[in-house]
């Protein structure tokens, strides 16, 4: 039974560029949520999808954005990079209203 | 003021040792209460939910006092091995109409187990 998978597991990028983030759910779970890691914090949450929808927003800019395909996968997608964008990117699924989280073990995205 | 607040630590402690951490919440609405671990640079897992009558897990204690807003997290007998941080979550939100809540995570609380 796989667990929560991300790619990629490391990525560097310059200010101004854009990147894309994957997940794939453990299996049969429905509902994929994302966090934002910096270093020494806690996890921000970003957005929840499911059934193809954002559900739920935190409190980051439109750069950041999403989307959840039929197979319940995940895509993380910011735009115009910002130093401070650098962070350990989290994905999370869980199934219906449980609310607790199954982890990936991250991207660690680095913004030069 | 954060919604949860919790003392970054760290916590240095011999085994065997009990060590107890608190964390504080702003939302008064809040429903759901866990605290998960994360080992130094890995996923956060979830440890154990917490209950208003309070629950144990092996050597884990964990407390909710609602009308103080506060969550604990009792370990006795500390190994080497339980060394990580300890996030407290909160759910604050109210449902959506998908019946699903978003986590709020502390900051962590990081512990230090030592020979």
């Known amino acids: 039974d796989a667990g929560v998978t991300q790619s990629p597991t490391h990525l560097i990028k310059t200010r101004g560029q854009q990147v894309t983030l994957r997940c794939s759910p453990k299996s049969g779970h429905d509902t994929v949520s994302w966090y934002q890691q910096a270093l020494g914090q806690g996890p921000q949450f970003i957005f929840q999808?499911?059934?193809?929808?954002?559900?739920q927003r935190g409190n980051f800019p439109d750069r950041f954005s999403g989307h959840q395909f039929p197979n319940y996968s995940s895509e993380l997608n910011v735009n115009a990079l910002l130093l401070g964008d650098s962070a350990l990117y989290l994905c999370?699924?869980?199934?219906?209203?449980?609310?607790?989280?199954?982890f990936g073990s991250g991207t660690q995205l680095s913004v030069l | 003021r954060k919604e949860v607040e919790q003392d970054p630590g760290p916590f240095n402690v011999p085994e065997g040792a009990t060590v107890a951490f608190n964390c504080t919440y702003s939302n008064s609405a809040s429903q759901s209460f866990f605290w998960y671990r994360q080992d130094c640079r890995k996923e956060p897992k979830l440890l154990m939910s917490?209950?208003?009558s309070g629950n144990e897990d092996g050597r884990f204690t964990a407390q909710l006092n609602r009308a103080s807003q506060y969550i604990s997290l009792l370990i006795r007998d500390s190994k080497l091995s339980d060394s990580a941080t300890y996030l407290c979550v909160v759910s604050p939100l109210g449902r959506t109409d998908t019946g699903r809540r978003a986590l709020t995570f502390g900051s962590g609380t990081r512990l230090q187990v030592q020979p």
């Open positions: 917490v209950y208003s």
């Open positions: 999370a699924s869980s199934l219906d209203s449980n609310e607790k989280l199954f």
């Open positions: 999808y499911y059934e193809e929808e954002e559900r």
